[in-house]
């Protein structure tokens, strides 16, 4: 997975030519540094758009190409990023891209026992 940024002055230009659920081809972008906070993907560099950027729809693309890509972190690695702000993580810090989709209020015990905890350090942390 790789971060990618359409700058505001380019969407005009790009938001026609993009959709949720497609593949493409992109050539002809400026590999930049990450934004240094709360990055949706844990990587150092990121692809960003530029009057130059190609975009092109594979409308066959091959039958082992992902249709999700993202990455769980066990109970401990989200421990460990607890306070951090280098990487975006969400209610439960699932960390994937946009053709994802989470079910983040699943009935999951694990899940409600971590959002029980994280209530209660949070009430803990303002007195």
Known sequence: MMDA??????????K?????GAV???KYFEVAEARPQYRPVDRLLMAKFTAHTTVTEDTRPPSTFPSYACKILSFDELRARAYKKDILLGQLALQGSTVCRWYPNAPIQETISLISRCHLAMLFSYT
């Open 16 to 20: 026609p030519l993009l959709k949720e």
């Open 24 to 26: 493409y081809y992109i």
């Open 5 to 14: 940024q359409i700058p505001g002055r380019r969407v005009d230009q790009f």
